[in-house]
């Protein structure tokens, strides 16, 4: 009878108890964890044992260490009960809260999968931290809003008299139903990056940020649109002729006809268009970031799929061409000519396109964002084949 495999799958694996006369009866032992806790004596048994790791983060940690997995949100307060020596893994957002100096003596370390949000009086105690993700250091003193925060009409009458406001990326004051004048009278202000105001309010307002802020000024008489867009009647419905796109915009196949009532438009991002519409939009009175001329669709669409396979048949079966779009993996198979493929086929955003080598320039001309463009890797693990003569192990925590 052949040996098992061992397959662990944890949050923290703490290998420091490892025994190697019960682990050498495995033939191989796989170890997935997002950290891997060793000491000079285990790291010497694992080097003699047929182990193979995926993990994120290795410590090598001596004496006693109590391990702690949060997957989710989690806060350090001044009054967290810790046990001492405590390895804390977040697998989400963790706070630290002002005047939590004490329960962060209890830890001995702090890996965060996520983001970190502390003030800047906690900032000398994060020396235990290890982080895979964001940080956002919250100045002292300040109410956290939205790292994206935009004011609207009611936020006058909830701020407090001198407040101090952090938005860790930007504050809009683009709705013009804001009272900006009673808002400047409760002698607010605002920490964060970037400002965005509309310019018939910027004078009033601009008192309310620090002299360096990124400062974005919307023309007066624009419409603010803060997110991508397409421009089409149902954008001119909601939004009016005179638009500030804060993003990018796209002209779909019938763009021309909501192009021709643009009375004003700025795109701060990219503008996505065919080729004969680029002339009618240098015509109109537009300011923009750059141009992308699409390469245009062919034919029949196949969408959203996990995978696609084509052949000669198919294509041949779509004599206005084939257009892939969102597919995990294409397959063009071998006896699909070069020549079908230049004319008929036009693939985007694919993770992985498989096809023989004499196909693979052909297809890099007709496609866009596929990640790979090749012949298919090799088979699996032989260990992932063997699952089922596995001793396999799930735990948030695991002592080896």
């Known amino acids: 009878m052949s040996k098992k495999n061992l397959i662990i799958n944890c949050d923290i694996c703490d290998a420091r108890r490892a025994d190697e006369e019960s682990l050498s009866g495995y033939e191989r032992i796989l170890v997935n964890a997002d950290l891997l806790l060793v000491d000079k004596k285990s790291k010497a048994i694992l080097n003699r044992l047929p182990v193979t790791y995926n993990t994120d983060r290795t410590l090598e940690m001596e004496g006693e260490v109590n391990p702690m ?36 003596k209890k830890i001995r370390q702090i890996c965060v999968n996520g983001t970190v949000k502390y003030p800047e009086s906690m900032a000398a105690s994060l020396g235990c931290l290890l982080l ?31 407040a101090q406001y952090y938005a860790k990326n ?27 105001c509309r310019q018939e309010m910027l004078e009033t307002a601009i008192g309310m940020f620090d002299e360096n802020v990124r400062l974005q000024v919307v023309p007066a008489g624009y419409a603010y649109v803060g997110q991508d867009a397409v421009l089409d009647s149902a954008l001119l419905q909601k939004y009016g002729t005179r638009l500030y796109i804060d993003g990018n915009l796209t002209l779909p196949q019938d763009g021309q006809i909501a192009l021709s009532r643009i009375e004003k438009l700025t795109v701060v991002g990219k503008v996505h268009l065919s080729a004969d519409q680029k002339d009618a939009f240098l015509a109109a009175d537009v300011q923009y970031g750059d ?68 196909q693979r320039s052909a297809l890099e001309l007709v496609s866009q964002n596929v990640a790979h463009i090749g012949e298919r890797g090799g088979n699996a693990p032989d260990m992932i084949k063997d699952l089922l003569q596995s001793n396999l192990i799930n735990a948030d925590c695991y002592v080896l």
């Not at 300040?142 to 009611?154: Q, T």
């Not at 504050?171 to 605002?190: G, M, N, R, W, Y």
């Open 170 to 196: 930007k504050v809009l004051l683009t709705d013009p139903e804001v009272d900006v004048l009673s808002l400047a009278q409760k002698k607010i202000h605002f920490k964060t990056e970037h400002f965005v």
């Open 291 to 358: 141009i992308v001329v699409e390469t245009p669709e062919k034919g029949k669409k196949i969408e959203n799929k996990s995978s696609v396979t084509v052949d000669q048949a198919l294509l041949d079966a779509c004599p206005g061409g084939l257009s892939i779009h969102n597919a995990m993996t294409v397959t063009v198979k071998e006896d699909v000519r070069a020549e079908s493929i230049l004319d008929l086929l036009s693939i985007k955003n694919c993770a992985q396109l498989i096809c023989a080598p004499a």
């Open 69 to 104: 997995v949060i997957n989710g949100n989690y806060a350090i307060t001044e009054d967290s009960a810790l046990p001492d020596n405590t390895l804390l893994v977040v697998n989400g957002t963790l706070r630290i809260h002002p005047h939590a100096e004490e329960s962060m």
């Open 132 to 162: 895979n993700g964001g940080s956002c250091r919250i100045p002292d003193g300040c109410l956290e809003l939205d790292d994206v925060f935009s004011i609207d009409a009611y936020f006058p009458l909830r701020a407090k008299n001198g």
